[in-house]
């Protein structure tokens, strides 16, 4: 089974603070993928990143960096010098990787409020 | 990357009535997902609609409340029926092909009055 947690359900930082919403996952697939997605108030889902379970290699996109630890099941995402844009709710979501498409299976969420 | 058009973007409705939500992708796809996003909730699968084939539903949902359609590779429908208040949320439809992201609709807000 698969199954995404988000503990933080809302974080609050000022602006210029650097920012971490974590994300732990269980799954019994040698092989996945996983997401962030950003939801802003108008409500569509805006891609952030996409990991395969093979790649342990953090990655470093402007003010956005991800950390995957394979060995603790966990894909944080990291907001460097925040800025009130960011404010949306984000979430970690996971798929099985393999032939074919996949739906994903989503955590529920984390809302960040930037405070100018 | 795949672009997916989805309308409308928000209803407002009568309970007891229906709306159809569609989806129109500019590539051809084999499977598409329709997901519901309750009032402040995480995002939960309906169904997988494969063309060619009826949809395969998740625990939960049904085809009589959710009725969807695939006629072609480009296009998928999802009816929500009779309608209730409970039934206010946001829709979308997504798709991913094995190597690439996810991508998703811009999503439809409903509102049952």
């Known amino acids: 089974a698969q199954k995404v947690t988000q503990v933080q359900t809302e974080i609050s930082v000022v602006e210029k603070e650097d920012v971490t919403l974590d994300c732990v996952y269980e799954?019994?697939?040698?092989?996945?993928?996983l997401f962030w997605y950003k939801q802003p108030p108008s409500g569509e889902l805006v891609f952030l990143i996409r990991?395969?379970?093979?790649?342990?290699q953090n990655e470093i996109s402007g003010r956005y960096s991800w950390n995957f630890q394979k060995s603790t099941s966990s894909f944080n995402f990291t907001i460097t010098a925040s800025q009130v844009v960011d404010s949306a709710v984000y979430f970690c979501?996971?798929?099985?990787?393999?032939?074919?498409?996949?739906?994903?299976?989503f955590g529920t969420g984390t809302r960040l409020t930037v405070i100018p | 990357s795949a672009v997916i058009s989805q309308k409308p973007s928000r209803d407002i409705c009568q309970r007891g009535t229906s709306l159809t939500i569609q989806c129109q992708v500019d590539?051809?796809?084999?499977?598409m997902f329709w997901y519901r996003q309750q009032p402040g909730q995480s995002l939960t699968l309906i169904a997988t609609?494969?063309?060619?084939?009826?949809?395969?539903?998740e625990s939960g949902f049904v085809i009589d409340k959710f009725p969807i359609s695939r006629p072609n590779l480009t296009f998928s429908t999802l009816t929500v029926s009779n309608m209730s208040p409970e039934d206010s949320s946001i829709y979308l439809c997504?798709?991913?092909?094995?190597?690439?992201?996810?991508?998703f609709g811009q999503g439809t807000r409903l509102t049952v009055v």
């Open positions: 609609a494969n063309q060619g084939s009826e949809a395969t539903y």
């Open positions: 997504s798709l991913q092909e094995s190597n690439t992201e996810a991508f």
């Open positions: 590539s051809q796809v084999t499977m």
């Open positions: 990991r395969n379970s093979f790649d342990e």
């Open positions: 799954t019994r697939d040698t092989t996945y993928y």
């Open positions: 979501a996971l798929s099985q990787a393999g032939a074919g498409a996949n739906n994903l299976f």
